[in-house]
């Protein structure tokens, strides 16, 4: 039953909306603008925990979403890029047309770079180089460049001629190596070298350069002795002519091989007595 007061008039019991319970206290209401305040700092903090959660790897950046509940219904926004500070603009995609053709031009190049390798390996194999070889390498294989090419002289008396002219004048060392060598056979190359007391035909010339004492008649000394040259195999002896001013180089045997050319194919001592040169127009 409700108590009865002292002005005699029935009381409420505590806690009913005419008196709050004994003991407590009415909340305080917020204004507007109190609310969103308190709200926009709620927020703010919810982000910076996001962020945070982001950068230590424990929540995805695109799939998981913060489980807050933001006021309003919209999450944060991300901050913006600092003042002054220019934003890249997004990448084109490249066309599709133009994707394909460069797949077809890549293509292309890639045939064309194998038609050539294929090319070059095919043509050292026909044409092989003597590239990487040495001198004294090169002239006992022979050179075998007469076969091809115009290297050798078409008169068998200039073929002898330039031996000695060779020999005598001042050449760079290698190359004179690779003009005498290489006017003879590979059999003559030993015959050469043995004849003259040398162990090949590369050591034997530089050494032969060595004993000229004078260039000029030792150039000059060979000369043809007859205008009739034979179709076959030719010596040509080097007693035949008075040698001054280097040594005697023995006798040369030539035959006549591709485009005319005059190969040296055999090498002696000079005879003794030597015999009589030839004659005729």
Same mark, same amino acid.
């Given at each position: 039953?409700? =108590?009865?007061?002292?002005?005699?008039?029935?009381?409420? =019991?505590?806690?009913?909306?005419?008196?709050?319970?004994?003991?407590?206290?009415?909340? #305080?209401?917020?204004?507007?603008?109190?609310?969103?305040?308190?709200?926009?700092?709620?927020?703010?903090?919810?982000?910076?925990?996001?962020?945070?959660?982001?950068?230590?790897?424990?929540? #995805?950046?695109?799939?998981?979403?913060?489980? $807050?509940?933001?006021?309003?219904?919209?999450? *944060?926004?991300?901050?913006?890029?600092?003042?002054?500070?220019?934003?890249?603009? *997004?990448?084109?995609?490249?066309?599709?047309?133009?994707?394909?053709?460069?797949?077809?031009?890549?293509?292309?190049?890639?045939?064309?770079?194998?038609?050539? @390798?294929?090319?070059? @390996?095919?043509?050292?194999?026909?044409?092989?180089?003597?590239?990487?070889?040495?001198?004294?390498?090169?002239?006992?294989?022979?050179?075998?460049?007469?076969?091809?090419?115009?290297?050798?002289? /078409?008169?068998?008396?200039?073929?002898?001629?330039?031996?000695?002219? $060779? @020999?005598?004048? *001042?050449?760079?060392?290698?190359?004179?190596?690779?003009?005498?060598?290489?006017?003879?056979?590979?059999?003559?190359?030993?015959?050469?070298?043995?004849?003259?007391?040398?162990?090949?035909?590369?050591?034997?010339? #530089?050494?032969? &350069?060595?004993?000229? /004492?004078?260039?000029?008649?030792?150039?000059?000394?060979?000369? #043809?002795?007859?205008?009739?040259?034979?179709?076959? &195999?030719? $010596? @040509?002896?080097?007693?035949?002519?008075?040698?001054?001013?280097?040594?005697?180089?023995?006798?040369? /045997?030539?035959?006549?091989?591709?485009?005319?050319?005059?190969?040296?194919?055999?090498?002696? &001592?000079?005879?003794?007595?030597?015999?009589? *040169?030839?004659?005729?127009?």
């Amino acid at each position: 039953m409700a =108590e009865q007061r002292d002005d005699g008039k029935p009381g409420s =019991e505590p806690g009913t909306d005419i008196e709050p319970k004994a003991g407590g206290q009415p909340a #305080p209401r917020l204004d507007e603008e109190q609310l969103r305040q308190f709200q926009q700092f709620q927020q703010f903090q919810d982000y910076l925990k996001f962020t945070e959660a982001q950068q230590q790897g424990l929540v #995805p950046s695109q799939t998981t979403q913060p489980a $807050t509940q933001y006021y309003g219904g919209q999450p *944060p926004a991300p901050p913006g890029p600092p003042p002054g500070e220019l934003v890249p603009a *997004p990448r084109p995609r490249m066309p599709r047309w133009l994707r394909r053709l460069g797949g077809k031009l890549l293509a292309w190049i890639i045939v064309i770079l194998l038609i050539c @390798i294929g090319a070059t @390996i095919a043509y050292r194999q026909i044409f092989p180089s003597d590239a990487g070889e040495d001198t004294a390498t090169f002239v006992q294989g022979g050179g075998g460049k007469h076969r091809t090419n115009q290297v050798l002289s /078409t008169n068998p008396w200039e073929a002898v001629r330039a031996i000695y002219d $060779t @020999i005598g004048k *001042p050449y760079p060392p290698a190359t004179r190596v690779e003009k005498v060598c290489l006017s003879m056979s590979e059999q003559a190359q030993a015959q050469f070298a043995r004849d003259l007391g040398y162990p090949d035909c590369a050591t034997a010339v #530089p050494a032969l &350069n060595a004993k000229v /004492t004078d260039i000029t008649p030792y150039i000059y000394a060979v000369r #043809p002795m007859s205008s009739v040259v034979p179709r076959q &195999n030719l $010596t @040509i002896h080097s007693c035949w002519y008075n040698i001054r001013g280097g040594p005697l180089l023995g006798s040369f /045997t030539l035959q006549e091989v591709e485009m005319g050319q005059w190969l040296i194919t055999g090498h002696a &001592n000079s005879p003794t007595p030597c015999p009589a *040169p030839p004659t005729g127009n």
